[in-house]
């Protein structure tokens, strides 16, 4: 396989040399580098890359070059490689331009002249932009392969769960393709039973359980140890920041997860106005950094499903979907919400099958061309419609309030409107879906009345509800089912009776003992990351002063 490719573009020869010459030295062995001496032969290089399907990973470009200018440069560049991470060369006096780029060319970094030295200002952001390539790049391979129907629940549950949890894969639709006919037919498969996941090894699993695929691409699916100092259910912002805390603070740290790193919030195409991300970042790549920041510190991972949970004096056990148990002093609840569902005849039916709730991002590439209909109006749908966007040939957006301004974040109304492809319907409903084997039609009612819409993809956000009912009624929670903590379980006037300690619960504590609840699980939280990422952060602080008095 050919070696990802880093583009140096100055028409300056001098600056030129010394930009390759630095990304030679650290980037080398790892990376071919090229040069271009202006905007117009870089455009020319990365065409005939292109065409040669070579990949390219960076693209390092001057600002103040005759005829084409490093952002315009960086702009076309992004259209004929849309993955490339893009950083512009400045002087000071171009830095406000470089900023308006940030947003205007969407590029990833910009960085003053000069550099020097470049282990400090050159070498640290460059490779954590192509660590953030590397984690999407998928080269050809001849590795895993999943055979299935992209109208399929069992096939849009598999990819979504390799996609989040950054499995590198081929897709193969049985419908169209001669290629995956073969492969059935070569190892005598059943065409009826799908999806199928073949490994590089020759060997198969055919519409397998998501545990037992998470074991065979190298996932654990088993607690190392049976006790632990802390164990985090749920590996959103939240709980991967308990980890990160946790572990950091040398508490024995085990998180269950049944999905992949980033809960709700993984699935988000692009969050733009989180701390430290002045480009924007996908909910998946934070949350696969936070995966590896945790698991540096020590926390342990595992991919299984809490089911249950109960108290015995001082420990808390954890039950587990393959029955197997697990015990500790804390406990920290973080499961996060999922989507509420579409209350509509069909949508049961159709779901995976064109209904899909959350951003979905697995089924953006296959949605080119099409309509796509997104339900909603808080950020998460904003930011879904701009990725589908992309891809689409037109996004509807379905609101039923008056607009977007009491819902949405004003940057990403900005960014809305600006994209021409994108168009939102203010009061408006879902009230019929309709298909045979996939969504093909959208029943609607608007101010003007009803009407019935062409559509292949459907995607929900309304509202969350939280993830909840295998919890013991020992842990109290409010009508819609989100955990009541620290002064919230007053709300009747008194603790409940099982309540032993002659302290208050602590802030972030449910109403037993030594089990505590983060992020938008709890009752009265602020559905946003840094939020969540501040209370699992907090509630370590919290561990450790019940621990104090165990």
């Known amino acids: 396989m050919a070696r990802p490719i880093l583009l140096a573009v100055d028409d300056d020869v001098s600056v030129l040399e010394a930009v390759v010459q630095d990304l030679r030295r650290q980037y080398g062995n790892t990376y071919r580098v090229m040069r271009a001496a202006g905007g117009q032969a870089a455009l020319d290089t990365l065409a005939q890359l292109k065409t040669r399907e070579e990949p390219v990973a960076l693209i390092v470009s001057d600002q103040r070059m005759p005829g084409i200018t490093g952002v315009e440069l960086l702009e076309q560049a992004r259209a004929i490689y849309p993955e490339a991470r893009r950083v512009l060369l400045t002087a ?17 970094y910009y960085l003053n002249k000069p550099w020097d030295p470049p282990e400090e200002k050159l070498y640290p952001v460059l490779t954590d932009l192509l660590e953030d390539w590397h984690a999407g790049y998928r080269p050809p391979y001849e590795g895993l392969r999943v055979l299935g129907h992209r109208w399929s629940l069992s096939d849009f549950r598999v990819r979504n769960f390799l996609s989040r949890n950054h499995v590198p894969y081929r897709w ?7 290629e995956a006919a073969k492969m059935l037919e070569d190892r005598q498969l059943d065409a009826g039973r799908l999806p199928v996941v073949i490994f590089g090894d020759g060997s198969v699993l055919v519409d397998p359980e998501l545990e037992a695929l998470a074991s065979r691409v190298g996932l654990s699916v088993q607690a190392a140890q049976e006790f632990y100092d802390l164990i985090v259910v749920g590996a959103g912002p939240a709980g991967l920041a308990a980890a990160v805390y946790g572990a950091s603070e040398g508490l024995r740290t085990l ?35 936070a995966l590896a920041q945790a698991s540096r510190f020590g926390a342990e991972f595992v991919t299984q499903r809490a089911t249950g949970m109960r108290t015995e004096g001082q420990y808390r056990f954890v039950q587990l979907a393959d029955g197997s148990e697990v015990s500790s002093h804390c406990v920290l609840l973080a499961p996060g919400v999922q989507y509420r569902k579409l209350e509509v005849p069909g949508a049961d039916r159709l779901t995976g099958c064109g209904i899909y709730y959350g951003a979905a991002l697995v089924e953006a590439r296959a949605c080119q061309d099409e309509d796509v209909y997104v339900v909603g109006g808080a950020n998460s749908a904003g930011q879904a419609a701009l990725h589908f966007a992309k891809y689409a040939r037109q996004v509807t957006m379905l609101v039923r309030g008056e607009g977007l301004s009491a819902t949405m974040s004003k940057y990403l109304i900005d960014e ?18 309709s298909g045979n084997s996939r969504l093909e039609a959208v029943t609607l009612r608007g101010p003007a009345g009803s009407r019935e819409s062409a559509a292949t993809s459907l995607f929900v956000f309304i509202g969350a509800a939280p993830v909840t009912a295998w919890l013991p009624e020992s842990i109290l929670r409010d009508e819609q089912g989100f955990v009541l903590a620290g002064p919230d379980l007053r709300a009747e006037g008194k603790l409940p009776a099982w309540w032993r300690e002659v302290r208050e619960p602590f802030l972030l504590e449910s109403s037993v003992p030594g089990v505590f609840v983060a992020g938008d699980v709890r009752h009265g939280s602020v559905k946003r990351v840094a939020s969540a990422v501040g209370e699992g952060s907090i509630a370590v602080q919290f561990v450790h002063q019940y621990l104090a008095g165990v």
Request: no cysteine; net charge negative; aromatic share 4%.
């Open 92 to 108: 000071y006096a171009d830095t406000e331009a470089a900023i308006r780029a940030i947003n205007t060319a969407r590029i990833h």
């Open 416 to 433: 809305i409107a600006r994209t021409s492809n994108i168009v939102v319907e203010a009061q408006t409903q879902v009230v019929g879906v």
């Open 172 to 178: 193969l639709d049985v419908e169209g393709s001669a």
């Open 255 to 289: 998180v269950i997860e049944p999905l992949a790193p980033g809960g709700q919030a993984g699935s988000s195409s692009r969050i733009e106005n989180y701390l430290g991300f002045p480009s924007g970042v996908t909910g998946a790549e934070l949350g696969r950094r």
